[in-house]
């Protein structure tokens, strides 16, 4: 197992106790997501392939992120990994 099944297994196990940090790494490092840099401590994910307006996911900079936008995340992750 990769570190990308590794990273994922271990979000989709605890979706209560996640680091932004680990969630920022799962979209961006294996899922190809595009993050957009605002002012405030929000940030929006986009991948090239998903072109709807609900395929964006907004997470706050928040420790731990909140179980709403993890799964969101995971949601589009598994959309664009096909798992």
């Given at each position: 197992?990769g570190?990308?099944?590794?990273l994922?297994?271990?979000?989709?196990?605890?979706?209560?106790?996640v680091?932004?940090e680990?969630?920022d790494?799962?979209?961006?490092n294996?899922?190809?997501?595009?993050?957009?840099?605002?002012?405030?401590?929000?940030?929006?994910?986009?991948?090239?392939?998903?072109?709807g307006?609900?395929?964006?996911?907004t997470?706050p900079r928040?420790r731990?992120?909140?179980?709403?936008?993890i799964?969101?995340?995971?949601r589009l992750?598994?959309?664009?990994?096909?798992?």
């Amino acid at each position: 197992m990769g570190q990308c099944e590794r990273l994922y297994e271990k979000i989709k196990s605890n979706t209560k106790d996640v680091k932004f940090e680990d969630i920022d790494k799962l979209l961006i490092n294996y899922g190809g997501f595009i993050k957009r840099e605002g002012k405030g401590s929000h940030f929006v994910y986009k991948h090239p392939k998903l072109k709807g307006i609900q395929d964006y996911v907004t997470i706050p900079r928040a420790r731990p992120v909140k179980k709403v936008y993890i799964l969101k995340a995971l949601r589009l992750f598994e959309q664009v990994m096909n798992f």
